[in-house]
């Protein structure tokens, strides 16, 4: 009792003002976005004024903003499958039939995460203008697949290595067949697991901002490209550029708000549990 | 609990349990297949590409280089000014995302009211896109006439601060720490969270105080994930590129221009293979190094 009364108040408070200074460049976008563009970059500057819906209605009349928000969400759920597709049987596979290669297997795939972007810049970019692949959807998925592959399945090889296997032998001994062992036993253990996974990839893929910039110019851009359109001096319309971000950044604020006690686990390589 | 409907005994006899052999090859090698092809062409292309003559501008000029590449790379200011300013941008990010994570991690491991909406705000800055970070301070907060540092200086009545005229790296390194803070404080918090409670309560009873729990006990406690964390930040960071195209372009002059930038500066402006590919061997080189060392510290953790 004597420790509860003597919690300090003092940690709490320093707490909230460093998540709320942390946070105040988001709000304050969010805030411009409902300014007119006078008001956005006016000084003093407006902390209390009527709302305005109409830089988004311009910012999906004009810009061409749904073609950009659809080859993000296209490309981010495509690579994101296909990654899935990829590495659960592979995560599985090591998790549960571990070979004396295992450890070497993942640990090189790990590495292969550390081979810097830019290093091979040049021949990404002239094998998909020679496959006349560059500004298409398809360059990212597979840029996007690669990318992610070794993050997804070090994710899932620990989710996997927490599932009690006694469990799935028990159902064997009781009957079960393989299919019905995986299906009813294993799938509802590491179906958090594997949504935590697909959750982790969408958010790199949707954020990724590399290969984007660098491999598509306008039919294939995600909303990455398109709001760097913006860093242009004539398209410097702050309320606008508001907008647009804010929804560019809405879904993947929630999905991280969503796995973020996942997303450690995810980044870290399970070298921090 | 509905798991206990499959007891219901089907009695087949069970050929092999989970344990037995399975030949697991299928499932593992298409990934190790692709991941193979993908890390081995491309890099063995960048490794050849930096041997030759090759200007996609200037067809007519190509052939066998030699070391020509590497020679005028490694004689050029530019490559050392860029190796520089990355190197400064992630020592810089370094310090300021595991100091405050460090303690802010300290802050957020007592329960307090509110924890739990205090966390996600604070972590919130980790889930936007590097564009949108970007514009948004250099526009709406760090602009020197319209953004609201500028008003707050002027307020105060303190000088106003022309954040990308004169601290052009000083301003990157404040966006990049914005961004990469939560990364920190998300891992040091994690483990803070696992140090055992009797160790804090022995300390107290021992009349320890905040300050010197934090330094005696917590920091030591945190040390392996402050590795973690400066590994992978130095192996993300090395590759920061959105943050500068859409501020500073590199500018002013090579001010802002990091390796990265640099390379893409190379290749894709002046459409010089033959330099840029050097200059990304060199970028892999270094990468490798820091990799060299988190692959080690991972393994001593990995028990397969």
Same mark, same amino acid.
């Given at each position: 009792?004597?420790?509860?009364?003597?919690?300090?108040?003092?940690?709490?408070?320093?707490?909230?003002?460093?998540?709320?200074?942390?946070?105040?460049?988001?709000?304050?976008?969010?805030?411009?976005?409902?300014?007119?563009?006078?008001?956005?970059?006016?000084?003093?500057?407006?902390?209390?004024?009527?709302? !305005?819906?109409?830089?988004?209605?311009?910012?999906?009349?004009?810009?061409?903003?749904?073609?950009?928000?659809?080859?993000?969400?296209?490309?981010?759920?495509?690579?994101?499958?296909?990654?899935?597709?990829?590495?659960?049987?592979?995560?599985?596979?090591?998790?549960?039939?571990?070979?004396?290669?295992?450890?070497?297997?993942?640990?090189?795939?790990?590495?292969?995460?550390?081979?810097?972007?830019?290093?091979?810049?040049?021949?990404?970019?002239?094998?998909?203008?020679? !496959?006349?692949?560059?500004?298409?959807?398809?360059?990212?998925?597979?840029?996007?697949?690669? *990318?992610?592959?070794?993050?997804?399945?070090?994710?899932?090889?620990?989710?996997?290595?927490?599932?009690?296997?006694?469990?799935?032998?028990?159902?064997?001994?009781?009957?079960?067949?393989?299919?019905?062992?995986?299906?009813?036993?294993?799938?509802?253990?590491?179906?958090?697991?594997?949504?935590?996974?697909?959750?982790?990839?969408?958010?790199?893929?949707?954020?990724?901002?590399?290969?984007?910039?660098?491999?598509?110019?306008?039919?294939?851009?995600?909303?990455?490209?398109?709001?760097?359109?913006?860093?242009?001096?004539?398209?410097?319309?702050?309320?606008?550029?508001?907008?647009?971000?804010? *929804?560019?950044?809405?879904?993947?604020?929630?999905?991280?708000?969503?796995?973020?006690?996942?997303?450690?686990?995810?980044?870290?390589?399970?070298?921090?549990? | 609990?509905?798991?206990?409907?499959?007891?219901?005994?089907?009695?087949?006899?069970?050929?092999?349990?989970?344990?037995?052999?399975?030949?697991?090859?299928?499932?593992?090698?298409?990934?190790?297949?692709?991941?193979?092809?993908?890390?081995?062409?491309?890099?063995?292309?960048?490794?050849?590409?930096?041997?030759?003559?090759?200007?996609?501008?200037?067809?007519?000029? %190509?052939?066998?280089?030699?070391?020509?590449?590497?020679?005028?790379?490694?004689?050029?200011?530019?490559?050392?000014?860029?190796?520089?300013?990355?190197?400064?941008?992630?020592?810089?990010?370094?310090?300021?995302? $595991?100091?405050?994570?460090?303690?802010?991690?300290?802050?957020?491991?007592?329960?307090?009211?509110?924890?739990?909406? @205090?966390?996600?705000?604070?972590?919130?800055?980790?889930?936007?896109?590097?564009?949108?970070?970007? /514009?948004?301070?250099?526009?709406? /907060?760090? %602009?020197?006439?319209?953004?609201?540092?500028?008003?707050?200086?002027?307020?105060?009545?303190?000088?106003?601060?022309?954040?990308?005229?004169?601290?052009?790296?000083?301003?990157?390194?404040?966006?990049?720490?914005?961004?990469?803070?939560?990364?920190?404080?998300? $891992?040091?918090?994690?483990?803070?969270?696992?140090?055992?409670?009797?160790?804090?309560? @022995?300390?107290?009873?021992?009349?320890?105080?905040?300050?010197?729990?934090?330094?005696?006990?917590?920091?030591? %406690?945190?040390?392996?994930?402050?590795?973690?964390?400066?590994?992978?930040?130095?192996?993300?960071?090395?590759?920061?590129?959105?943050?500068?195209?859409?501020?500073?372009?590199?500018?002013?002059?090579?001010?802002?221009?990091?390796?990265?930038?640099?390379?893409?500066?190379?290749?894709?402006?002046?459409?010089?293979?033959?330099?840029?590919?050097?200059?990304?061997? $060199?970028?892999?080189?270094? @990468?490798?190094?820091?990799?060299?060392?988190?692959?080690?510290?991972?393994?001593?953790?990995?028990?397969?």
């Amino acid at each position: 009792m004597s420790t509860r009364a003597r919690t300090p108040v003092l940690p709490g408070v320093l707490a909230w003002i460093a998540a709320l200074l942390m946070f105040f460049p988001i709000a304050w976008m969010v805030l411009a976005s409902f300014k007119t563009e006078v008001m956005a970059i006016a000084t003093p500057p407006a902390f209390i004024f009527p709302p !305005t819906l109409e830089n988004y209605q311009e910012v999906f009349e004009r810009a061409d903003y749904l073609a950009f928000a659809l080859n993000s969400v296209v490309i981010s759920v495509a690579a994101t499958v296909l990654g899935l597709l990829l590495a659960v049987p592979a995560a599985f596979a090591m998790a549960f039939y571990p070979t004396p290669r295992t450890r070497g297997t993942l640990l090189w795939m790990l590495s292969t995460k550390m081979l810097p972007p830019v290093g091979v810049l040049v021949p990404i970019y002239l094998i998909a203008k020679s !496959t006349d692949l560059l500004d298409s959807r398809t360059a990212l998925v597979i840029m996007y697949t690669l *990318m992610n592959l070794p993050i997804a399945v070090w994710m899932l090889f620990t989710f996997f290595k927490e599932t009690p296997k006694d469990i799935i032998e028990a159902s064997r001994i009781d009957g079960a067949s393989v299919w019905q062992a995986i299906r009813v036993v294993l799938l509802p253990l590491v179906g958090p697991g594997i949504a935590s996974t697909a959750l982790l990839s969408i958010i790199l893929c949707w954020n990724e901002a590399f290969w984007s910039l660098n491999l598509t110019a306008h039919n294939a851009a995600p909303l990455t490209a398109f709001i760097a359109s913006f860093s242009a001096p004539e398209g410097l319309f702050w309320a606008k550029l508001s907008a647009a971000s804010t *929804m560019a950044i809405a879904p993947i604020l929630v999905f991280g708000w969503i796995s973020q006690r996942q997303l450690v686990r995810g980044l870290t390589f399970g070298a921090v549990k | 609990m509905s798991s206990t409907a499959l007891a219901t005994p089907r009695m087949r006899p069970a050929k092999k349990g989970l344990g037995g052999r399975v030949n697991t090859l299928p499932l593992v090698a298409p990934s190790v297949v692709l991941l193979l092809v993908f890390s081995l062409v491309p890099l063995a292309m960048t490794l050849w590409f930096s041997f030759r003559r090759y200007n996609l501008l200037n067809p007519a000029i %190509h052939g066998f280089a030699g070391i020509a590449n590497y020679k005028y790379l490694l004689l050029d200011p530019g490559l050392y000014q860029s190796l520089l300013i990355s190197v400064l941008l992630v020592g810089e990010v370094l310090i300021l995302t $595991i100091c405050l994570g460090a303690v802010l991690a300290a802050l957020f491991e007592h329960p307090f009211w509110g924890r739990g909406v @205090a966390r996600v705000l604070m972590i919130a800055p980790f889930f936007v896109m590097p564009t949108v970070s970007a /514009l948004i301070w250099k526009n709406l /907060l760090m %602009h020197p006439v319209n953004g609201l540092i500028a008003w707050i200086c002027r307020s105060l009545g303190l000088p106003v601060i022309d954040f990308f005229g004169n601290w052009p790296l000083s301003s990157i390194v404040i966006i990049v720490a914005w961004q990469w803070l939560p990364f920190a404080f998300l $891992i040091l918090l994690t483990a803070l969270q696992s140090l055992d409670e009797s160790t804090l309560e @022995a300390a107290r009873l021992d009349g320890a105080g905040p300050i010197s729990t934090f330094f005696y006990i917590q920091v030591p %406690h945190m040390s392996r994930s402050i590795t973690v964390v400066v590994m992978m930040e130095t192996i993300f960071l090395l590759g920061i590129f959105a943050e500068i195209y859409v501020t500073t372009s590199g500018g002013p002059g090579v001010a802002t221009t990091n390796l990265t930038f640099l390379i893409y500066q190379r290749a894709l402006l002046a459409f010089n293979v033959g330099s840029a590919s050097a200059a990304g061997v $060199i970028a892999i080189i270094l @990468a490798n190094i820091m990799a060299a060392f988190l692959v080690r510290t991972v393994a001593s953790r990995l028990d397969v």
